[in-house]
């Protein structure tokens, strides 16, 4: 069966110090792996999308890397607005639009 | 650009009655989803249009739910009767391309008494 593991649940960082987010994941057939950022009250916003190992995608402070059993959300020296949940997401080649999301990493910059 | 835009925000029902979600997506993405997140779980997919045809409703709980999209603009989620597991928020997104990033919109929260 698919699945996404998303870890840690929660993350305290202070401002500034860097650390990374885990997202691993079993799927038959990897498409593709989305990375997400959703504030309090709101949807999900897309972030990245890596389709293959080796494959890096760069935002402002967010780096995010594939290898083929995980991915990771790196973020470097953070500021306080960075604080949301990052959910990771996959997509199967046989059903490519079906999403199968992580329960999320909880972020919290303190300034 | 306008984003994906979901309505009402919140709503409060009681155990047997019905409720009627819409989503509007963002204008011209043919592809349309539903996906929800009960308490403490990740979100899910519930099901998929391409314009006004639905391509995949593997993810529907049972047949007190019932999606449609007129036209292949506009959908609508309707619960009927509801039960209280039904309660969580209930998430739309479009793409413009299959398989493509789906963008989100902001949710409605149901809540079933």
């Known amino acids: 069966e698919d699945q996404v593991t998303q870890s840690p649940e929660a993350l305290r960082l202070q401002e500034g110090e860097s650390s990374s987010l885990n997202c691993s994941y079993t799927v038959s057939g990897l498409r593709g792996l989305f990375w997400y950022r959703q504030d309090p009250g709101k949807g999900p916003e897309f972030l990245f999308t890596?389709?293959?190992a080796g494959e890096e995608k760069e935002k402002e402070r967010l780096k995010a890397t594939l290898t083929k059993k995980e991915s990771f959300l790196h973020i470097t020296a953070p500021k306080p607005e960075d604080s949301a949940t990052y959910l990771c997401?996959?997509?199967?080649?046989?059903?490519?639009?079906?999403?199968?999301f992580g329960s999320g990493t909880k972020l919290n910059v303190k300034p | 650009e306008a984003g994906v835009t979901q309505f009402p925000s919140h709503s409060v029902i009681e155990k047997g009655q019905t409720v009627t979600l819409r989503c509007d997506p963002i204008s011209g993405h043919d592809n349309l989803y539903w996906y929800r997140r009960v308490m403490g779980k990740e979100i899910k997919f519930l099901l998929h249009?391409?314009?006004?045809?639905?391509?995949?409703e593997s993810g529907m709980p049972n047949n007190r739910f019932l999606a449609e999209r007129t036209g292949g603009t506009y959908s609508t989620l309707k619960v009927q009767p509801a039960e209280l597991e039904d309660s969580g928020v209930y998430f739309c997104?479009?793409?413009?391309?299959?398989?493509?990033?789906?963008?989100f919109g902001d949710g409605t929260r149901l809540s079933i008494l």
């Open positions: 890596l389709y293959s």
């Open positions: 997104a479009s793409s413009q391309d299959q398989g493509g990033p789906q963008h």
């Open positions: 249009f391409v314009k006004e045809s639905k391509q995949d």
């Open positions: 997401a996959v997509q199967a080649r046989r059903n490519f639009n079906k999403f199968y």
